[in-house]
């Protein structure tokens, strides 16, 4: 029997007083696809950055081909033919795919023979697996399944056996995703080993054999594949039985609260991202925008709450209309009810330097309960963030404590406490779980159909297609910057997925 | 690998950690001295002697301190923001027109007590403008604020030189200065309070009231930066200008608020030597404490109750310096901008440069005042 | 050609002046371009004009003083690189504070080693790096446009001058047709790239910076060694800052970045060509005005353009490894 491609023995690594990886065991068998599922802060990528040499373990053994060896950079993994796919792509954006490709593998002091060499090496790999991707495009104007091609190549270019993709389908459409599996199938018959890290248990039915899951910086089990289901994989990752759908009543949707007729957004670059889009949302529903990153979703909430530019359209909030073309003020649209928790909480939505309390008003810092001419009454800021504190269970329940010491999901539950209290018409929220521990995404989810019951108007975007389609009430598809389909909270996943990728769907009824 | 920033007491990050910072700051000082061909330990007794150790000489100590703590306010505010306001220089050397114009017109008309708010009124507004242009340059065009204001202290220079020997000199002057402003425009002086403690302070010692108006000053500056709605949209900003738009505040409108305020605060140095001592503007009153800021705001963290006692720490260097340069002729002033370089870099850019042992040295004596249980400690 | 004649004149103090301005300027493009942000190039280039000035004077040689000015610069750099790199302290405030350390040293070193008042002795011809005429300049003399192009302007410089201009392909082909050049150019614009191909981040920015220590101690020695017989307090004179600008308008590009310098350099030759003489309509400038020329210039320059000018992605961020 062949040795294991990789075995892990009794890893430890901590960062200060935080254990992440503890006492790990593992072993990845040679021509095989391992999925290493957990939640985010399980440990995953901390023991994958240990196995690419980014960081070395406090204690423990890696064993490659069955000999002890030491990894103390990522040099020494690829020596020893470990490549890695990273989540955000480790591409320098204005040089060449084969300017990316090479770089720290030039071989030569000058690039023009370096380059050359590159080139043909380039072709054959292309041709063998399937990658197909211009050598001379440059980077950033690729699309961003070409760009993971990229980072991929760049591992088989340094002759990696052994490879580890760090949530690689988060920003692919399903199809796309689809074609990624076929490539690591393909991958795996040319005798390949694959790690593939994701927290969609979808994804490991589909593609792995084996799967090991983290919890709290240990391996708690390992199961084949084929013998294991869905619901067993996502209890072992929480350690109790999940709900997978949160339990709501009947939508009751009133009069039209927001409502979005041809609305068109621009990026920086002067690249079209929202295009012609027209909704509306009434009170009493929530509408979820699903989507792959990158379709323009983010692009249509932040011209929608006022962080940027329309370059036409109308947007009536309450029948009155919103300035998104030209001077729309969030400070005013806060006046006018609407509420708005970022994507980005960390660089947006609170100041993680801030203490609580501050965070606590991020926003609503003029209005008159904290003020007094232009002082800030501190007592009524201080209370005022004890209140919600209490009545949204944010731990620990220091508001004099510095936000960057809180959890993501007390962080989340900070800046959801500050949106709904100041109970607006219409809240838009965007990815409000992402990096949240389950027992919070509970929470949060109880509290935004809570909103929908009262009768406001809730816009949710996700890339989660379980949160969707376990909130909505109804689904806009966005793809490329419109919206190419809607549907009700049944719609299947494969139905959303085609629609996701572009394919519309030419008889409704099948 | 990055190493986490490790935990102390609030005492050993606020008090301790800059303690060490200043203190090799001072030894690598010591050690130009040294290549200069004194000993480093004598200096630095003649240095202290000068500053504090008689009533005259603590009045010059705070007398310079004045300046340092009005220009490192500036420094501060704008720091606050996100800004590096290096132009305090400039700024505060054209408030010397600001205040001068003012003293010109009325100190033959006014008393001292109206002239006074009319001339902090003239310097905080020719600070503020120095800083606009820069200011709105930054938030306008993206043009580097740091060069900007630099650029700006040069062309200050070139503008006050040609105003001191054209058209506020008296004419048939020698001196590139303006005529000496009588009582309308001399503000009192404070050495009777501290006579009042005990202390023998010479009448000519410069002390004056605009040490009660910078301390007033660094109780404002606090105020407005943590306790009013301006503050918290300034800070805000200074750590993330994405949630500064997302919390609909104007990125233009504070980042020029900030700097005109930062430029008054600068400005209002000028009020010191002219009104308090001088009596008149002349060649390069400011002769650096608008750069001597940049070190006390970095020492003081940004917080006036740090840059008080940052400004009292430069004054004694100032005032001791003179003293050493009598008794030590190859250590002249410029000294001092070596030190303020060296506090520049240890406080703002080696800052966590000591952490690891500090904190090791914590870990050792007692392992939970950095957050480490004590079993743990042992066993790893 | 009286006219002709005066052009020439200018355009060759217009290279003159640019020497100190386009060495600074390529310095700060190799930080920058690995995603440090330099504002110590004044700082570097006074402290090498110093060592430069007082070593020649001390033993008598120009090429002493050139290895010590290199020597000081690249001492200086590394303090910035120690600060910004290892520290990842905050590369404006380390600039700064060696601008500082440098004015204040430069001067008070000065005095005590030469009593003069903060300068370096006068230089004799030993310590200076004489002007090197090209081959057939005399021959060419008289030959109208074409001799006076070349004996005029482009030969009868120092070494340094030449060095600077040939400095700028030199520069070009390291950034772009080397791998040296490509790793730099990556680590300024995506650190973890190169990190994760397992490229030490650091060592590749120790190295841009010391080639910054480099070019500016090339530069100070030019204004002391041969712009100059010695070094006077304060002799960069806000040159350093100058650089920078036009390295921003040049957009961190080699052969633009030379266009600036010499576009500087011709407006500081003609202002004090101008000096004294009345203008049209405006009548005499007062002097101190032309002095503030440069400083205005740039702030033109800065408002204008920069906006749309986009800097190497990193520059400026120090490079932690994500947890």
């Not at chain 1, 801030?354 to 009524?380: C, R, T, V, W």
């Not at chain 2, 370089?341 to 690891?356: D, K, N, Q, S, T």
């Not at chain 3, 200086?76 to 990842?88: D, Q």
């Amino acid at each position: 029997m062949a040795e294991a491609a990789i075995e892990l023995v009794g890893i430890n690594k901590s960062f200060g007083t935080v254990r992440a990886n503890r006492d790990i065991n593992l072993v990845i068998e040679r021509g095989t696809i391992l999925g290493i599922v957990g939640e985010n802060g399980a440990g995953k990528s901390t023991l994958m950055s240990i196995l690419y040499g980014f960081y070395q373990a406090d204690s423990g053994e890696i064993k490659v081909g069955g000999k002890p060896v030491a990894i103390k950079t990522p040099n020494d993994a690829i020596a020893l033919g470990i490549g890695m796919v990273h989540q955000h792509f480790m591409l320098v954006e204005n040089f060449t795919v084969i300017e990316n490709i090479i770089l720290g593998a030039e071989h030569e002091p000058l690039l023009k023979k370096s380059i050359a060499k590159a080139r043909s090496e380039l072709e054959r790999l292309e041709r063998e697996y399937g990658l197909e991707v211009d050598p001379d495009a440059v980077v950033e104007e690729l699309p961003v399944g070409l760009q993971q091609r990229v980072e991929i190549l760049k591992a088989l270019y340094r002759g990696a056996e052994i490879l580890i993709l760090d949530e690689p389908t988060g920003v692919l459409t399903p199809p796309e995703a689809d074609h990624l599996f076929r490539i690591l199938r393909q991958l795996k018959e040319q005798g390949k080993t694959i790690v593939l890290i994701t927290h969609k248990l979808r994804e490991i039915m589909a593609i792995t054999d084996t799967v090991s899951v983290m919890r709290q910086g240990t391996v708690v089990a390992t199961r084949e594949t084929a013998q294991t289901t869905v619901e067993e994989l996502a209890e072992l990752m929480v350690g109790r039985r999940v709900l997978l759908r949160v339990e709501k009543g009947e939508a009751r949707p009133g009069a039209v609260k927001l409502s979005v007729r041809n609305l068109t957004v621009r990026d920086s670059r002067g690249v079209t991202m929202v295009s012609d889009v027209s909704f509306d949302v009434r009170g009493g529903e929530i509408v979820g925008i699903a989507g792959v990153a990158g379709n323009g979703q983010s692009e249509l909430i932040e011209a929608i709450s006022g962080i940027r530019r329309a370059v036409s359209g109308n947007v009536l909030l309450d029948g009155k209309a919103i300035d998104v073309i030209g001077h729309a003020d969030p400070g005013e649209l806060r006046d006018r009810g609407l509420a708005h928790v970022p994507e980005d909480r960390h660089h947006v939505g609170l100041v993680l330097a801030f203490e609580e309390n501050e965070n606590s008003m991020l926003g609503y810092h003029d209005k008159p309960q904290y003020l007094q001419g232009p002082f800030l009454k501190i007592d009524a800021v201080r209370d005022d963030a004890k209140r919600k504190i209490e009545k949204f269970d944010i731990r620990p329940p220091d508001c004099r404590l510095r936000t960057a010491n809180f959890s993501g999901g007390n962080q989340q539950k900070i800046v959801l406490a500050r949106e709904l209290e100041q109970d607006p018409g219409v809240l838009i929220v965007g990815q409000p779980t992402r990096g949240v521990d389950v027992g919070a995404i509970e929470f949060i989810h109880k509290q935004l159909i809570a909103m929908r019951d009262r009768g406001k108007a809730v816009l949710l975007i996700s890339v989660e297609l379980d949160e969707i389609r376990s909130l909505s009430d109804r689904i806009l598809v966005m793809f490329d910057g419109r919206v190419v389909g809607e549907r009700g909270p049944d719609a299947s996943e494969g139905e959303l997925g085609l629609l996701m990728a572009g394919v519309e769907n030419r008889e409704a009824a099948e | 690998m990055s190493t986490p920033y490790a935990k102390l007491p609030a005492w050993a990050d606020y008090g301790l950690i800059p303690f060490i910072n200043l203190l090799v700051s001072f030894a690598v000082a010591g050690l130009v001295v040294l290549l200069v061909g004194e000993n480093p330990f004598h200096a630095a007794v003649i240095l202290v002697d000068g500053a504090f150790g008689s009533g005259t000489g603590i009045a010059y100590t705070l007398y310079y301190a004045t300046n340092f703590i009005f220009t490192g306010l500036a420094v501060a505010v704008a720091f606050h923001c996100g800004l590096f306001n290096i132009g305090g220089e400039g700024q505060a050397y054209i408030a010397g027109l600001g205040v001068g114009l003012v003293c010109l017109a009325f100190d033959h008309i006014l008393p001292w007590w109206l002239t006074f708010p009319l001339a902090i009124l003239g310097a905080a507004l020719a600070g503020a403008l120095w800083a606009l242009i820069p200011a709105y340059l930054q938030a306008k065009r993206g043009s580097h604020i740091v060069i900007t204001t630099i650029m700006f202290n040069f062309i200050a220079a070139s503008a006050m030189v040609y105003l001191l020997v054209g058209p506020l000199k008296p004419r048939g002057a020698m001196a590139p200065q303006t005529r000496q402003l009588v009582e309308g425009a001399q503000l009192p002086k404070l050495g009777w309070l501290l006579q009042e403690f005990g202390l023998t302070v010479r009448p000519s010692a410069p002390l004056n009231l605009s040490f009660l108006l910078a301390l007033v000053m660094a109780f404002v500056v606090w105020v407005i930066v943590w306790r009013t709605k301006l503050g918290y949209e300034i800070r805000t900003m200074g750590f993330s200008s994405k949630a500064a738009r997302y919390a609909g505040i104007s990125e233009t409108r504070i980042i020029i608020v900030t700097m005109l305020i930062s430029g008054a605060l600068a400005g209002m140095m000028a009020l010191n030597p002219i009104m308090g001592d001088q009596h008149n503007v002349s060649l390069d009153f400011v002769s650096g404490a608008g750069f001597v800021g940049i070190a006390v705001a970095l020492m003081g963290r940004s917080h006036p109750a740090g840059i008080v006692p940052a400004a009292i720490l430069f004054g004694m260097l100032y005032q001791g310096g003179a003293e050493l340069a009598f008794e030590m002729p190859n250590i002249s002033r410029d000294m001092i901008v070596i030190i303020q370089g060296l506090v520049i870099l240890f406080a703002g850019a080696l800052e966590h440069m000591f952490r690891p042992w500090v904190q090791a040295v914590f870990a050792s004596f007692s392992p939970r005042s950095v957050g480490i249980a004590p079993s743990k400690a042992e066993g790893a | 050609m009286e006219f002709f004649e005066a052009l020439i004149n200018i355009l060759n103090s217009t290279i003159r002046v640019s020497v100190p301005l386009l060495l600074a300027c390529l310095a700060g493009l190799y930080s920058e371009r690995a995603g440090i942000f330099d504002i110590g190039l004044e700082g570097k280039m006074l402290a090498g004009a110093f060592a430069g000035a007082a070593a020649a004077a001390v033993y008598g040689s120009a090429w002493v003083g050139l290895g010590a000015a290199v020597l000081v610069s690249v001492a200086l750099a590394l303090v910035h690189g120690f600060a910004s790199i290892t520290h990842r302290g905050n590369q404006i405030v380390s600039g700064v504070a060696i601008n500082f350390i440098a004015a204040g040293s430069t001067i008070i070193l000065g005095q005590a080693w030469f009593n003069q008042g903060g300068r370096t002795p006068s230089l004799t011809a030993d310590g200076r790096f004489g002007a090197i005429d090209l081959p057939f300049a005399d021959a060419l003399q008289d030959v109208p446009v074409i001799g006076q192009i070349y004996s005029g302007l482009l030969s009868g410089h120092t070494l340094l001058a030449y060095v600077a201009f040939l400095a700028v392909p030199f520069t070009w082909w390291v950034l772009f047709r080397t791998r040296f050049g490509l790793r730099m150019r990556a680590v300024g614009e995506n650190p973890a790239a190169v990190d994760t191909a397992g490229i030490s981040v650091a060592w590749l920015r120790y190295r841009a910076v010391i080639c910054t220590g480099v070019l500016t101690g090339l530069a100070g020695c030019y204004m002391a060694l041969s712009q100059n017989a010695g070094f006077v307090k304060d002799m960069t004179a806000g040159r350093g800052y100058i650089a920078l600008a036009a390295l921003i308008f040049a957009k961190w590009k080699p052969v633009p970045a030379m266009f600036a310098c010499l576009l500087f350099g011709f407006l500081d030759a003609l202002s004090i060509r101008l000096q004294g003489t009345p203008l049209p309509i405006v009548g005499k400038v007062p002097v101190q005005f032309m002095q503030a020329l440069p400083y205005i210039l740039t702030v033109i320059l800065l408002a204008g353009f920069i906006g749309k000018a986009i800097p190497p992605r990193a520059g400026g961020v120090p490079y932690v490894k994500e947890r």
